[in-house]
Each structure stands twice: as structure tokens, then as C-alpha cells.
């Protein structure tokens, strides 16, 4: 490629370091759309002529079926998907090929390249989690009024609904979503034209390159465009969170589908067996999912520290961007499919769960806000004052509600029979119908404000 300047080939070592083609190879759809745009807007300016055009842009196509096929020889001698391209256009139509790179480097051009890549995956994250959101909208539904146990520092604190928990899922996964489009929406810039660094002498029409490849505009600033990787960045930031909150949800899985709890069952598709133990029934894809975390925080590391000390404009540390935001994407949607599955098939245990909503003293709360209602007394004087009581249940070895008055009135004389109205699960829930709350009927309220917006 550089034959002019240089007088021996590269070192084995050199060559081996150098390329990139065993991965950069997946931009291969992404480099012919963006070259088609680019020799369109070359065509269309006058700078080259139609019959150049015409050739590049048929062996484009059809280079792009033979890597839709399978049938397209890479060569690492070739360092990387660009270079390959270009030389397999010039086995087809010959010196032509040569005039598809005037106006262009490879440096905006594999900026290009990825960054069509990177909003491609975006989009696919997009479906995948509102597809993931409606199987949680889903068991929201079949459990809008089933009561659990809410945990805090997994110790039983108040009951709550399992369409409430299912729910809160539903609010952390729409913000991932909303990061997506976010970052979408600020990398939907076009560097094609951009050149090495400096831009062009050419008198290109950037317009033109970024209208045929659905950008809002083009980058406005060369070297920025050449040398920054902030869109993937933004990324792998959106991608760590989301595996973040799908982490946690695994590990719920993972827990509730013990033996100790027989919260849920999971089904067999998302199940394996043990080699030894023909009795287990291990949540392994659960496990999977939340252990993917790593691998994509692990990209999003370690492409912020290639970036971090990298000055203006392209330097090669940057061909390392490619390969980490690659598996970040695959672990990412493989993840959200995963999960998808896990919460379509999986069934909730309604006895198992509202058994363990009556114990740990789960009501205590709404004995302390019944004194400060009722009997009005501080808030701290009635958490003294509960506190005492669920002593006395825990020494009774009894709940709360099967306390009898006469003892409850030896801590505090003035509570009434009434007390007994706030001290069963099922009005522990109703009772929380604040905006936001548990309750079956504001619950409702949410899964139809997201089955609108999900449609």
C-alpha cells in the first residue's frame, strides 16, 4: 500500500501486530455502504466521471455479496477490511478502484465505518430491551396483586407487590433504553470527508455523504472526527449499566429460584443439570447473565485508558477501539435475549411468596405510622414503641397480627382493637397508594402507562 515510501516489506512481527482483519472484518457491510455514498457524492460533484462510478459501484455490490455469502478471501497481508476491499474492487474492475479513495483517508473512513456499526447495534439493543420490558410488563400483569416480601440488606422490611417488583425492572430498563437513544442521537454525525485530519482540497459535498448514510449532519470539525471515539465510549457506558441492572435481576433470579426461598421456578430451556448430582436444577443462564457485566465493563475500561493519553489527530493505539466494543455488543444482546427468555417461561410460586411477605415482622411499619395517626405521637416515639412489639412477637414466636391487645397494651396503653386493621399484608399493600407505590391499583396504573408506550 505504501510501496512508494518504503523500500522492504513489513517484519513478520510488524505484520502480525499491524493487522486488524481477523476482527475488523464484521465492518465489511458498513465499508461498502459508506464507499457507495462516498463515489455517489464523487459523482455527483463532478470529480469523477460516470463510467468510474458505475464500475466501483458494481463491484461494491457486488463484492458485498460475496461477504453476505461467505465467499470473500481475506488476507491479513492486507492489514484490514478497507485495504481488502479496495483490493478485491481492483481485481474486478481494475485501475477504477484505484479513484474510490480520492477525497477520502482511511482514517474518516473507518470512522465512518464504525460508527454505522455502533448505531446499528444500538438499534438492535433498542428492540431487545423494550422486548425484555414487555415479558416483565408481562409478570407485572399475572402478579399485579400477589404479595412478596420488599427486601432491604436482603432482610424483610415491607410487603410489597411481585407486579411492583417486576415493575421497577421495567423503570431501570427504560432508562437504559433512553441512554441508547441518547448516545444515538449525539453520534449520528458523519466524519466522511474528513480525510486524514485536515479535511480536503476537493469540492466535496458532505451534505450529500451524510443524507445517503441517515446521518443528521456531518461532523463539523476534522480532526474531532477522526480522533475521538466518545461514540463508542458512550456506548459502552450505556452497555455497563444496562448489564449492571441486568446483573442484578440474574441475581434475583439466581436466588429466588433456591430451595431456601422457592420464589420462582425457572424453566428447563434456561436450565442445566449437574454431572454428579441428578437432583439439581441449576440456574446457569441466570449466572451467565450476571456475570456478563465483567466482560462489558471490561471494554468500557479498557478502551477509556487506549483513548486517555492519545493527542490530536489518529494514532494506531486506536485500532484497539474495534475489537472490545465488538464483544461488549455481542454480550449485551446475548444477555437481553437471555433474560427476555428467562422471564417469559419463568413462574412465580403466589404461596411461596405471600408466606414469606408474613414473616420478618413485615408490617411493623404500618404499626408505627397507625401510632403517629391514630394515637398521634412522634414518629420516633412510635418507632421506639414498635420496636418493642416486634420484641415481644419475636420473643412470642408469633407475627404481629397474632399478638393479643392485652400484651400490646402493656408497652403502650392506648392502642386500640383498630390496630389490628393495618397489621395484615393484604392492607399493608392496598394502603400504599401514593404515586409510585405498591398497591395493586397504582401498580395497574403503571403497566398501562407502559404497554401504551411499548404498544
Keep these: 500500500?505504501?510501496?512508494?515510501?518504503?523500500?522492504?516489506?513489513?517484519?513478520?512481527?510488524?505484520?502480525?501486530?499491524?493487522?486488524?482483519?481477523?476482527?475488523?472484518?464484521?465492518?465489511?457491510?458498513?465499508?461498502?455502504?459508506?464507499?457507495?455514498?462516498?463515489?455517489?457524492?464523487?459523482?455527483?460533484?463532478?470529480?469523477?466521471?460516470?463510467?468510474?462510478?458505475?464500475?466501483?459501484k458494481e463491484g461494491l455490490e457486488e463484492i458485498l455479496n460475496e461477504l453476505n455469502s461467505g465467499e470473500f478471501e481475506f488476507s491479513k497481508a492486507l492489514e484490514d477490511i478497507h485495504m481488502n476491499i479496495e483490493a478485491r474492487l481492483k481485481d474486478k474492475i481494475g485501475n477504477p478502484a484505484g479513484r474510490?479513495?480520492?477525497?477520502?483517508?482511511?482514517?474518516?473512513?473507518?470512522?465512518?465505518?464504525?460508527?454505522?456499526?455502533?448505531?446499528?447495534q444500538i438499534d438492535l439493543i433498542d428492540k431487545n430491551i423494550a422486548d425484555l420490558m414487555k415479558a416483565l410488563?408481562?409478570?407485572?400483569?399475572?402478579?399485579?396483586?400477589?404479595i412478596m416480601p420488599g427486601f432491604t440488606h436482603l432482610q424483610t422490611a415491607q410487603p410489597i407487590t411481585w407486579g411492583h417488583h417486576m415493575m421497577a425492572y421495567v423503570e431501570m430498563f427504560a432508562r437504559d433504553r433512553s441512554r441508547f437513544r441518547d448516545a444515538r442521537n449525539r453520534m449520528n454525525e458523519c466524519p466522511l470527508g474528513s480525510a486524514a485530519l485536515a479535511g480536503t482540497s476537493f469540492p466535496i459535498d458532505r451534505d450529500h455523504t451524510a443524507r445517503a448514510l441517515k446521518f443528521e449532519r456531518p461532523t463539523a470539525n476534522s480532526l474531532d472526527?477522526?480522533?475521538?471515539?466518545?461514540?463508542?465510549?458512550?456506548?459502552?457506558?450505556?452497555?455497563?449499566?444496562?448489564?449492571?441492572?441486568?446483573?442484578?435481576?440474574?441475581?434475583?433470579?439466581?436466588?429466588?429460584?433456591?430451595?431456601?426461598?422457592?420464589?420462582?421456578?425457572?424453566?428447563?430451556?434456561?436450565?442445566?443439570?449437574?454431572?454428579?448430582?441428578p437432583q439439581k436444577k441449576n440456574p446457569d443462564a441466570a449466572e451467565l447473565v450476571r456475570a456478563k457485566i465483567?466482560?462489558?465493563?471490561?471494554?468500557?475500561?479498557?478502551?477509556?485508558?487506549?483513548?486517555?493519553?492519545?493527542?490530536?489527530?489518529?494514532?494506531?493505539?486506536?485500532?484497539?477501539?474495534?475489537?472490545?466494543?465488538?464483544?461488549?455488543?455481542?454480550?449485551?444482546?446475548?444477555?437481553?435475549?437471555?433474560?427476555?427468555?428467562?422471564?417469559?417461561?419463568?413462574?412465580?410460586?403466589k404461596e411461596s411468596l405471600e408466606f414469606a411477605a408474613k414473616s420478618g415482622f413485615s408490617t411493623a411499619t404500618d404499626l408505627a405510622d397507625w401510632l403517629v395517626r391514630v394515637l398521634n405521637l412522634p414518629f420516633r416515639d412510635a418507632?421506639?414503641?414498635?420496636?418493642?412489639?416486634?420484641?415481644?412477637?419475636?420473643r412470642s414466636e408469633c407475627d404481629l397480627s397474632e399478638l393479643e391487645l392485652k400484651d400490646m397494651q402493656k408497652i403502650h396503653s392506648d392502642i386500640s382493637e383498630d390496630v389490628f386493621t393495618v397489621l395484615s399484608i393484604e392492607n399493608s399493600v392496598n394502603s400504599r397508594s401514593s404515586y409510585g407505590g405498591t398497591s395493586p391499583k397504582e401498580v395497574q396504573f403503571q403497566i398501562d402507562r407502559w404497554k401504551k408506550v411499548l404498544g
Aim: negative net charge.
Design 1 to 56: 500500500m505504501w510501496g512508494g515510501r518504503f523500500s522492504t516489506g513489513p517484519d513478520a512481527i510488524m505484520e502480525a501486530i499491524n493487522a486488524s482483519i481477523e476482527f475488523d472484518k464484521r465492518l465489511g457491510p458498513q465499508d461498502i455502504e459508506s464507499s457507495i455514498a462516498h463515489v455517489d457524492m464523487l459523482g455527483a460533484t463532478g470529480i469523477l466521471n460516470v463510467s468510474d462510478v458505475s464500475a466501483i
Design 100 to 120: 474510490l479513495h480520492t477525497a477520502r483517508s482511511r482514517n474518516d473512513q473507518v470512522a465512518t465505518d464504525f460508527r454505522l456499526w455502533v448505531r446499528g
Design 137 to 146: 410488563l408481562d409478570q407485572a400483569q399475572n402478579g399485579v396483586s400477589w
Design 225 to 277: 472526527a477522526v480522533s475521538d471515539r466518545d461514540f463508542a465510549l458512550e456506548f459502552l457506558t450505556s452497555s455497563s449499566i444496562c448489564a449492571m441492572h441486568l446483573s442484578r435481576l440474574a441475581e434475583e433470579l439466581v436466588i429466588w429460584s433456591s430451595a431456601q426461598f422457592k420464589f420462582i421456578d425457572l424453566s428447563d430451556r434456561f436450565s442445566t443439570g449437574s454431572s454428579i448430582m
Design 294 to 349: 465483567g466482560r462489558i465493563l471490561g471494554a468500557n475500561i479498557g478502551l477509556m485508558t487506549v483513548m486517555k493519553g492519545l493527542p490530536l489527530a489518529y494514532s494506531k493505539d486506536m485500532q484497539e477501539d474495534k475489537e472490545q466494543v465488538f464483544d461488549a455488543a455481542d454480550s449485551l444482546n446475548l444477555a437481553l435475549c437471555a433474560m427476555e427468555g428467562m422471564i417469559q417461561d419463568l413462574t412465580a410460586n
Design 383 to 394: 418507632h421506639h414503641v414498635t420496636g418493642e412489639i416486634v420484641s415481644l412477637a419475636e
